[in-house]
């Protein structure tokens, strides 16, 4: 039961990192522990010299990423990847405290832990993914899938926050991009980490493996044993933001001030964000197997077609006979005369150029037009310059009722402030900062995410869908999903379209891989 259907087994070498060999002394004792409970295996203490000369001698490619980040812990985190990549073995922070030997972890291709359950809040719940795997304690027998992807995949992370770029949330999302036959063993909290950062007890166990007893085999203690303690010491965070035994004390009156607050506007306390309807563990979408038909309506606004959305729109690989094209242009716009000729002289002559309202009402007016046949409706903004030509295969293949592209400028930064999803959730205390208060939110960033922020996740939640590049299926505007011309839950036009369209039972969601270019 225990052992793996696979022969390979994991070399016995143990991995650790440190800044020197100089080790703090609880460390120390633990690493002494790993000495004790290993004799013969190959014992490895690494340090941030040691660390640079491996990737230097064995991933001389990757030697400028490594040293490009900004953080020691992300050349750390890469590296933990790597070494395992190249020589397998088992890694272990230095605050992970063994019990026993971890022969029995070696009869598995690859294994890794999944965080206390305890340690997920409510930004993980709202992005999607409820669970955490950890980059803490892993194995694996050399050039395991798992590091081949992450190793080719880390390159074009480089800039987002440590935990998306190197870190555990990395680890999660490469995992769920393998196949599930693929995928490392994982092991319960109470097989490594039964302890949580606060220094109290696990009790989560069950439902952590209820949780993700699809994702592919999951050991507990009575599979496994308690192998290892996790000590979450995190001397990568500064000292006053760890957790500790103290913190909810602390908190208390911070506790007593929101519930004052909630009472006092309980009219804003009662206007729930709803969380996604079902969690994104499926980090692999399914080639399309049928092509549904596809109505593309382009809002220009006022001003003629780009040849660029032209060219973009004109090299769409999807067969024609299944997409239906429409132009709409505001009703006041100064040169109607000329958006016409554009699209002549852009070799669209079906398409009807239509006169209609601007702002939200305008866009209403769009999704009233689309034909009765079409299955879906592609809403695209008319400052959109460039779009991949498998953009609409991999929408559809989200399999999503409402379903966004990451739309950024030239530079690669977000570039629709209304494509985002809450960054901590959508709770009354995040509402209440961004001016909820008051009546009007004043969509402070800060308590957003954008899909540029997380790309090493092929498809997650959102909150606003935007209007640069949006999927829609006909299910959802005939359930009367609109975008809101008065603010629905305080939320206006697209923002109040998605979290309306999850309201009524629709899943809403962005690629954070597949990116438009708007000019502008």
């Known amino acids: 039961m225990f052992k793996s259907e696979l022969s390979a087994m994991i070399p016995r070498i143990l991995h650790f990192t440190w800044k020197t060999t100089d080790l703090p002394r609880e460390m120390a004792d633990y690493y002494g522990k790993w000495q004790a409970l290993h004799p013969g295996w190959d014992i490895r203490l690494w340090t941030d010299e040691s660390m640079r000369a491996f990737v230097a001698d064995a991933y001389p490619d990757f030697l400028a990423i490594y040293d490009s980040y900004p953080k020691m812990i992300q050349r750390a985190d890469a590296f933990r990847c790597l070494v395992l990549g190249k020589l397998g073995g088992i890694y272990a922070d230095l605050d992970v405290e063994p019990f026993a030997a971890m022969t029995p972890l070696l009869e598995q291709e690859a294994f890794m832990g999944i965080e206390p359950l305890e340690h997920v809040f409510p930004d993980r719940i709202h992005q999607g993914v409820p669970f955490l795997l950890t980059n803490a304690f892993m194995g694996s027998v050399p050039d395991h899938r798992l590091w081949r992807l992450i190793i080719a995949s880390l390159p074009g992370l480089?800039?987002?926050?440590?935990?998306?770029?190197?870190?555990?949330?990395?680890?999660?999302?490469?995992?769920?991009?393998?196949?599930?036959?693929?995928?490392?063993?994982?092991?319960?909290?109470?097989?490594?980490?039964?302890?949580?950062?606060?220094?109290?007890?696990?009790?989560?166990?069950?439902?952590?493996?209820?949780?993700?007893?699809?994702?592919?085999?999951?050991?507990?203690?009575?599979?496994?044993?308690?192998?290892?303690?996790?000590?979450?010491?995190?001397?990568?965070?500064?000292?006053?933001?760890?957790?500790?035994?103290?913190?909810?004390?602390?908190?208390?009156?911070?506790?007593?001030?929101?519930?004052?607050?909630?009472?006092?506007?309980?009219?804003?306390?009662?206007?729930?964000?709803?969380?996604?309807?079902?969690?994104?563990?499926?980090?692999?979408?399914?080639?399309?197997?049928?092509?549904?038909?596809?109505?593309?309506?382009?809002?220009?606004?006022?001003?003629?077609?780009?040849?660029?959305?032209?060219?973009?729109l004109a090299a769409l690989d999807y067969p024609l006979e299944k997409l239906s094209l429409q132009f709409f242009a505001d009703a006041d716009a100064p040169e109607m005369a000329g958006i016409a000729a554009s699209l002549t002289s852009a070799g669209f002559a079906q398409p009807i150029t239509m006169a209609q309202q601007a702002g939200v009402a305008g866009l209403n007016a769009m999704l009233a037009a689309r034909p009765a046949e079409a299955d879906y409706l592609l809403l695209v903004d008319g400052q959109v310059s460039a779009v991949p030509p498998d953009a609409l295969r991999r929408l559809l293949e989200a399999r999503r009722p409402v379903v966004a592209a990451s739309c950024v400028d030239s530079a690669g930064h977000n570039a629709d402030a209304a494509l985002f999803r809450y960054r901590h959730g959508g709770s009354f205390k995040v509402l209440y900062k961004d001016g909820g208060a008051k009546g009007v939110l004043g969509g402070d960033p800060a308590h957003r995410v954008y899909l540029t922020e997380q790309k090493v996740f092929t498809v997650l939640p959102l909150d606003g869908v935007g209007e640069s590049f949006v999927l829609i299926h006909r299910d959802v505007l005939d359930a009367g999903v609109v975008f809101a011309e008065t603010p629905y839950k305080l939320h206006p036009g697209s923002e109040g379209f998605g979290i309306m369209a999850r309201d009524r039972g629709f899943e809403v969601a962005g690629l954070p891989q597949l990116e438009v270019v708007r000019a502008g």
């Open 158 to 312: 480089v800039g987002q926050e440590t935990f998306y770029a190197t870190g555990p949330s990395m680890i999660t999302a490469m995992v769920l991009r393998l196949p599930a036959a693929e995928r490392p063993v994982l092991l319960l909290p109470e097989v490594w980490s039964p302890l949580l950062s606060n220094g109290r007890g696990t009790r989560s166990d069950a439902q952590a493996r209820s949780l993700v007893a699809g994702l592919g085999t999951v050991l507990g203690a009575a599979e496994a044993g308690r192998l290892v303690s996790h000590k979450w010491m995190t001397t990568w965070v500064p000292w006053h933001m760890r957790a500790n035994q103290w913190v909810e004390l602390l908190q208390i009156p911070t506790t007593i001030k929101w519930c004052w607050r909630r009472q006092r506007h309980s009219a804003l306390a009662a206007v729930t964000i709803p969380d996604p309807i079902a969690p994104y563990v499926e980090q692999s979408p399914l080639p399309l197997t049928q092509h549904p038909r596809v109505h593309v309506a382009v809002r220009l606004g006022q001003a003629p077609l780009s040849a660029a959305l032209a060219q973009a």
